[in-house]
């Protein structure tokens, strides 16, 4: 029996053959085009955490995060059922890319001033994903998004009404709209959604690259203007190398093995899957990156000196966040065992003292070891237990023994 699945001619409209799913479609250009503005979001994120690495910087960036995080995986949901490949598709959904710009380029002063720009370039992102939706030819997935839109208007309305407001009722606006959006699948349901297994995992997967991009930028700009010498490339190594454990660890099998369990998944369990898997366990990950490439960049330029809490944490408590969305990620969709990555993250968290006490260095070092050998060591657990080879044969034929027992000549 066929399954139902989207072609990459038009994932709006529905297919019975079974081989389409295998083939997928892909991310288009113009879809990474509109993930090049959320490299400049995520960006501005990371330069308000290093610049106050603190509890309030940090609620800031989790609450602009939180919103910008639903829309964004909102318009990932909207390409995978509306493919942007008509001009007028198009062209609305470089407005949508416009009103991210204006939302990331408030992000600095969102909470000081520019919060009403922040809340009018969301708003604008809202309007432009319920608009573009509704032109999908799924008639499921229309009266979803219909049931969805006031949820996300009003989360959007939440937001501009704290950017008009400004001081403290700010913050607790967007804390509301950021409730309301994680609420919002369980109030408004999310029956009649489709997923197209290939495109969602790369589309999430390519952010998550972009993401990961950013702590790599970091280690640049914390070094600039420093001498270089061997022990400035060393830091700068052991920067890189984190980076590349945390990818790793991603992109070491679990993109494709989430592709193989929505695949495998009934077409109406996918949407239910998605959600946990790309919406609420991706919200981790992403701050978890956030927070080590704001941690590298304010540090890396003097790592051998002791840091402060807040940047050890940032360090520290940015590959535990990781971590643990991985964990999150893996048992939403019932992958590889949960529970390793998990303890790896609170291990993670006994980096900090040694960043306040030794430096950056040794806690970089730290780090890239954990998720060096936590890499290695989920490979063996992993692993199948190796078979145990039977007896051979003896090398002549058994005869009968003197007693009813055998013997070989």
Do not use: C
């Not at 972009?210 to 914390?222: F, N, P, R, T």
């Not at 991985?326 to 040694?354: D, K, N, Y």
């Not at 070092?365 to 992993?382: G, H, M, Q, S, T």
């Amino acid at each position: 029996m066929g399954v139902v699945s989207v072609p990459a001619q038009g994932r709006g409209e529905l297919t019975t053959a079974p081989e389409s799913e295998a083939e997928g479609a892909r991310v288009s250009t113009l879809e990474l085009f509109f993930d090049l503005v959320f490299v400049f979001t995520i960006t501005q994120l990371t330069s308000v955490l290093a610049g106050e690495p603190n509890g309030r910087g940090l609620l800031a960036v989790v609450l602009m995060l939180g919103v910008i995080w639903w829309m964004y995986g909102g318009y990932a949901w909207l390409t995978n059922a509306v493919p942007p490949d008509r001009p007028e598709a198009r062209l609305l959904l470089m407005v949508g890319m416009a009103g991210f710009l204006v939302v990331a380029l408030a992000i600095p002063r969102a909470f000081s001033g520019a919060g009403l720009a922040f809340g009018l370039g969301y708003l604008v992102v809202t309007l432009v994903h319920a608009g573009l939706f509704t032109r999908t030819s799924t008639r499921s997935a229309v009266r979803a998004i219909l049931r969805l839109a006031p949820f996300n208007l009003a989360s959007a309305l939440l937001v501009l009404a704290g950017g008009v407001a400004g001081g403290d009722a700010e913050y607790v606006l967007w804390g509301l709209a950021f409730a309301l959006q994680a609420a919002t699948p369980f109030l408004s349901g999310i029956g009649g959604f489709r997923v197209e297994p290939a495109h969602f995992v790369e589309r999430h997967g390519l952010v998550v690259i972009i993401v990961l991009g950013e702590s790599v930028v970091a280690v640049g700009i914390g070094v600039a203007g420093e001498p270089i010498d061997l022990a400035l490339v060393g830091v700068a190594v052991l920067g890189l190398a984190l980076a590349a454990g945390l990818w790793w660890l991603y992109f070491g099998g679990d993109d494709e093995r989430a592709e193989r369990a929505l695949t495998a998944a009934p077409p109406e369990r996918r949407p239910r899957l998605g959600l946990y898997s790309y919406g609420y366990a991706h919200v981790p990950i992403v701050l978890g990156v956030v927070a080590v490439a704001a941690g590298v960049k304010r540090s890396i330029g003097h790592a051998f000196e002791p840091q402060g809490l807040g940047l050890a944490l940032l360090l520290g408590g940015g590959v535990a966040l990781y971590l643990a969305g991985e964990a999150l990620f893996r048992r939403s969709l019932r992958m590889a065992p949960a529970w390793f990555r998990a303890a790896a993250g609170l291990v993670a968290l006994a980096s900090v003292p040694l960043g306040m006490l030794v430096g950056a260095v040794a806690q970089l070092a730290f780090l890239v070891a954990l998720l060096a050998a936590a890499i290695v060591l989920e490979k063996r657990l992993a692993a199948p237990p190796a078979t145990i080879a039977a007896p051979a044969p003896p090398p002549f034929p058994a005869v009968p023994g003197p007693r009813g027992g055998t013997s070989s000549t």
